[in-house]
């Protein structure tokens, strides 16, 4: 392990002259012959800052003999408070340790008497402890092969690359080669590797790795996916789930529970989610998880219940899109008697086990009644939320009381959807996640929450001063007041440090207005602080259209302008994201950019200068401002009451025809044909039909669109009608295709043919 990379933090205010700088300086050149590097820091009051914001320091070395002690002293104290592993040594000539305060004494890892030591003496505590330090930053999957990467081994075996070569022989492949670098292609190795075990055994170094996962996310097991939690889905319901199986399925799920259904031939019954007047996705109530709710829903399909445990397995997103978690201990009482597994799709939601806050809130929770539980499974995108790459994902697994789930079973399924030639830097960037989190999750979690509190409150604190002025603002989705030291006080004013460790100031309450969601269960359910939602003018909590309206979809457009990227636009909402990547220069670029948009808004700047993009691509915008744009979108949303067509259409719950697996045998089969808006009415679409946003299936495949559901048609049509009325602001939607036809657009959905009913001869 290379200590150059590392740099230790020597603190003192003077170097050069303040204490015995000569034996200083001799320390200095044994370190660095050693290999060591370092920093001067002469301020100590920098000291907790400069160690929080350059994480590669691994360690403090503070000078003792002079200067401002008690500076020192509380710096230390908040630096061990916050990172306790990290080596603080305390440099004197002749303060013996008695005159330390026993605070300091609990926490510091070491003196060094320049007097008395020898300097080879102290060097060699320094590197060792450093070394050891360092040491323990690498996780087990990544070491190894950091240390295998380093050896300059020579390759006979795939990748044909062999270690990057085989770039070097195209110039096309020489840029490849110089952009990823040498590293990346040397890690590119094959699983004729013996050193790093076996992903598809769960053998060796990288079942290490799997374990030190599963005991940091909380888990019996834990199993790495590399094709995303698509296919971890996939797995989980392979493993479990047969033809024919009952499942009770969260009606906002994602699309790859529709295709684990189509794969396994399981017969589904959903819950749905609640949702509020802007068309927010709100919670599935508590009483539909019941044994008597599962009952009704399977008897209102026609289906008759096997055995007690009538449901295979329930599937559950938490959390939500928007931040909605749910209360697992609340969740599992119920449906522990009748469901035989439990999977709750945890895509967003990496990070849950790492911070108080979300306590009792998330899958992997050690509070539900071990006793008496039922395998659970979690699935998580490591890379969405956490810091893996791309397409990284995991499974964890609670075995529940019985032991249930056999490893070598499980791994039937896990291999069955697993490539046999794995990514070795993906797998290495899921067991770094792992480190991260293992070492510096809740500190991390923390940093995180608290800025994303921080954000909120001075989002409100702009909006209730632009509102005293009379000035219209954007607003966030959020409780208006908390309670704090026993009085109640407006967002704005909140402390972010006491909502950071109040659980209850983030629980949605049954009296409160602001969440839209009349009948919210009591303790049920949180909203995630990292998750924020801001909502545009035009549509109050009541349901009512404003005068004023601004679609989200202009206003995240806009921002796309200026560089800032949302991740979700609503039709008067959106959602952005902290997570451990966010820094506080992009807070100020975001409110920067709503202030711009308020501006060009309220002056009606022309569209070619607000969204140039936008009218260069559309002549239909030409002579258009900013504000005109909104208001002729907004009187669309108003004219087609668009929201509660929205609302309706997804309300219903269409007649199952046959099941998603039928449904997908029709389309291998080609009995399916392409059915235009117009002619859709009684037909089977083949494929699930599920708009973005908000990404939730208005009809699954071998659903009938009947009389009683026209609003799935409604709000089909009036998509459609607003790709045409508005170009540029299409909404994408899964399952359907779109062509123009005589230079206008139509949808046109795939349909299962089905053989006419032929009228029963009448008996005379
Ligand atoms: C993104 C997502 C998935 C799929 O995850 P990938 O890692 O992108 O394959 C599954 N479930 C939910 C709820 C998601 O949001």
Redesign the pocket.
Known sequence: MKLIDWPLLFVAENLADGFDARRFRVLISELERRGMSFRELHDPAQLLETCWTRRNIVGAVVDWCGGNIAEKEKQILALKGKFPELPVYIMTENASAEELSTALLSVIDGYLYLDEDSIPFMAGRIEDATRKYVERLYPPFFKELMEYVEDYKYPWHTPGHMGGEGFLKSPTGVAFYRFFGENMMRSDISVSVPELGSLLDHSGVLRVSEDNAAKTFRADRTYYVL?????S?QIVWKSQVTAGDFALVDRN??K?IHYAMVNTGAVPVYMKPRRNAWGIIGPVRLQEFSRRAGLEKLAAAGRKPKDDEFFTMSVL?NST?DGLCYNIALIHNELREHVRYLHF?E??FAYAAFHPLYQHFYGMTDEVDVESYPPVFV?Q?T??LLTAFS?A?MIHIKNGSEEAIIDDEFNEAFMMYSSTSPNYPMIASLDVATGMMKADGLQMSEDNIREAITLRCRMRAIERELEEKGCWFFSMWQPQFVEQKGETVDFADADADLLLEDQQAWILKSGESWHGFADIEEDFILLDPIKLTFLTPGFSAEGKYEPRGIPAAIVTDYLMEKGVVVEKTDTYSFLILHSFGTTRGKHGELLTSLFAFKADYDKNTPLELAIPRLSVKNSRYRGMGLRDLCDVMHRFYCVNNFLAVMDEAFSSLPPQAMIPAEASACVVRKEVEYVRLQNLAGRVPAVMVVPYPPGIPVLMGGERLTEDNLAILRYLQLLEILENRFPGYAREIHGVESDEVQGRILYRLLCVVEEPVEAEDEIP
Do not use: E, I, P, R
């Open positions: 094709n995303g939690t698509s296919t889905n799920c994602h790859s997103t899109y799709d895509a967003w699935t995108s890379h969405k397409q994902s």
